[in-house]
């Protein structure tokens, strides 16, 4: 084969790709012009959603699904910056596995608020420092995030948008052998999860030093020439800490279901989900969930969560309802729903659903 020959062909083609760019960009730029004189949201969740399927759909021998998402979300976050650069706050610190998401979701060109609290995210977005925020709202092995759905239940923010991330740990060092590393820095959560690495390393004689964060360990370990931390990816590339092995943890199965909060309302995808937070009137009435729950079948909804929640503002021991359905608000009979149940479902959003088992 002549490699020159090969060079020069992918050169052309990657001309050829640049130029397109370009010409992508420039219409992204128009588009964005008439968004800002409509006042119209730049972040289209559902626009993002039905190109990715429309171009999976085409054949490729080189190209699945997930090749085209991860090439176009870069490809969308480039252009949402182009259009109207936005901030994006999120729960911190820098290069948690929030922060992971959200550049995921949003890239690397965007401007990124770390907050202290999942309230701080929330406020930020409420003052108009931020146009989104992005926090945490389940583990699939540890359970709703209580503060998330309290904010939620109490904000006119609403969901925009999800992001199911894979938590996999990273072991990065800038020891050049791993027999160099006496000190291994992380948060207590993430030593459990990566037991089966540590033993079989035989890292189980090594200090280990608990941190508040996965993040503050990757920056403690770049300070110390001898120390070693379990972090994610994000967190070893913010602090230019090398990885020595990725995907240390024990169970590939954890994940983390973050979403998107905003000011603006999603235009129906076809391929939708909604979240309430259900107040029942009635609560200490027998059968009262009960026929909550008789509206949804008898209207054909399709629930995928419902989980209690204690109601804070309230002195004795009532509980509200966190719930996931499938569909979107503007759907009739979701319409309906919510005209039966008026002033006992709070609407938190209506947004594309994820594939969680992608």
């Known amino acids: 084969m002549d490699l020159t020959k090969k060079r020069n062909e992918i050169d052309a083609i990657d001309d050829a790709i640049f130029e397109l760019l370009n010409q992508r960009l420039a219409v992204v ?29 085409k054949k490729s021998a080189y190209l699945n699904a997930l090749a085209i998402e991860a090439i176009y979300q870069e490809i969308f976050a480039i252009s949402r910056n182009l259009e109207l650069p936005e901030k994006v706050a999120y729960l911190g610190p820098l290069g948690s596995y ?64 999800e992001i199911i991330l894979p ?13 160099d590393v006496k000190r291994i820095y992380s948060k207590d959560i993430a030593f459990g999860q990566c037991n089966e690495f540590i033993k079989s390393h035989q890292l189980q004689d090594i200090d280990r030093i608990p941190v508040d964060s996965t993040a503050k360990a ?27 092995f990725d995907n240390i943890e024990d169970s590939n199965k954890n994940k983390t279901r973050f979403v998107i909060i905003s000011d603006f309302v999603n235009a129906p995808s076809g391929k939708d989900k909604t979240s309430v937070f259900a107040t029942l009137k009635e609560f200490d009435k027998s059968g009262t969930l009960l026929l909550l729950l008789k509206d949804f079948s008898q209207r054909g909804i399709n629930l995928t969560k419902i989980d209690s929640r204690p109601i804070k503002t309230k002195s004795d021991f009532s509980f509200g309802f966190y719930i996931d359905f499938d569909g979107h608000r503007d759907d009739v009979h979701i319409q309906e729903l919510f005209e039966a149940r008026k002033g006992e479902l709070k609407w938190l959003g209506s947004y594309v659903k994820m594939d969680e088992n992608a």
């Open 218 to 244: 990757a920056q403690l370990a770049k300070e110390d020439k001898n120390a070693a931390a379990i972090c994610s990816k994000i967190a070893g590339k913010l602090y230019h800490l090398p990885i020595m």
């Open 29 to 57: 730029a128009d588009i964005g012009k008439q968004k800002v004189q409509t006042g119209s949201s730049i972040y289209r969740p559902e626009r993002e959603k039905q190109i990715i399927e429309r171009l999976a759909h």
């Open 98 to 161: 929030t922060h992971q998401a959200a550049e995921e979701r949003f890239g690397a060109m965007s401007e990124y608020l770390a907050m202290t609290n999942i309230s701080s995210v929330f406020k930020a977005v409420e003052l108009g420092r931020a146009k989104y925020g992005v926090v945490p709202l389940e583990n699939n092995t540890n359970g709703m995030v209580g503060d998330t759905i309290d904010l939620l239940a109490n904000s006119e923010l609403k969901i925009i948008a």
């Open 167 to 179: 938590i996999h740990h990273s072991f990065a060092s800038d020891c050049e052998h791993l027999g």
